[in-house]
Nanobody
């Protein structure tokens, strides 16, 4: 089993920044991918960014150049640095991890609201 605990969400003005963190515990050594999905009201959950143990990362087109995912394999933590935030980035952000590329475990979610 793996447990994921997110932190760092909140209210920010357009153009601002936030940094999300997700700390993993349990049998994390056997997982490969860590990343973030988000879900806005009335919309489907979408992949935002993911990072593999190999070091490879990829991003949704909507966040490329603004968001950066990073990972600390010693502390079993994944981060999402979000810059130049837009109102359309408003969503609940979910951390996940998986044995391959898909999600096997989820965090509880953290709300990000971008509004003036």
């Amino acid at each position: 089993q793996v447990q994921l605990v997110e932190s760092g969400g909140g209210l920010v003005q357009p153009g601002g920044s936030l940094r999300l963190s997700c700390a993993a515990s349990g049998s994390i050594f056997s997982t490969n991918v860590m990343g973030w999905y988000r879900q806005a009201p009335g919309k489907q959950r979408e992949l935002v960014a993911r990072n593999f143990r190999s070091g490879m990362s990829d991003y949704a087109d909507s966040v490329k150049g603004r968001f950066t995912i990073s990972r600390d394999n010693v502390e079993n933590t994944v981060f999402l640095q979000m810059n130049s935030l837009k109102p359309e980035d408003t969503a609940v952000y979910y951390c996940y991890t998986g044995f391959h590329s898909d999600a096997d475990y989820w965090g509880q979610g953290t709300q990000v609201t971008v509004s003036s």
